[in-house]
């Protein structure tokens, strides 16, 4: 069976949609951890960071390109935001789909939990 953000991607489970191409979905976190959350993940499934090769390397610039555009969209681009990759457990990862998590909002502290 496809992995959830694979179902979120497809359509098949809902959820709030912030931008969408070819590459790229980003939609809003369920439970979110700051006044905005949102998640940004390749159309593709790639399980962690681990696993990502270098055709792949265009792909994350996308992510984090659109992070940004989205961060300015929201209105977050001057104060500021946070932008994070979870791998693996130590880390927190608990969907093994990347994703990369912008955090805007709120101050955030460091280093990190
Ligand atoms: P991570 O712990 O880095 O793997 O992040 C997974 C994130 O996915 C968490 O912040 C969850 O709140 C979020 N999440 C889990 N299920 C959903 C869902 N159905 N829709 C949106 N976000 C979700
Ligand atoms: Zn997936």
Not at 49 to 63: I, M, R, S, Y
Request: aromatic share 8%; with cysteine.
């Amino acid at each position: 069976m496809a992995c959830l953000f694979c179902r979120i991607v497809s359509g098949e489970i809902p959820a709030k949609i912030a931008y969408r191409d070819d590459d790229v979905v980003a939609f809003h976190d369920i439970t979110p951890q700051a006044p905005a959350h949102v998640l940004l993940v390749p159309t593709r499934h790639v399980s962690s960071l681990n696993d990502l090769t270098p055709a792949d390397q265009e792909l994350v610039g996308k992510l984090v390109y659109r992070a940004a555009q989205l961060a300015g969209e929201l209105g977050y681009a001057e104060r500021g935001y946070r932008t994070v990759f979870n791998c693996n457990a130590e880390a927190g990862q608990t969907v093994f789909h990347i994703h990369l998590h912008l955090l805007a909002g709120r101050s955030m502290g460091w280093p990190p939990g």
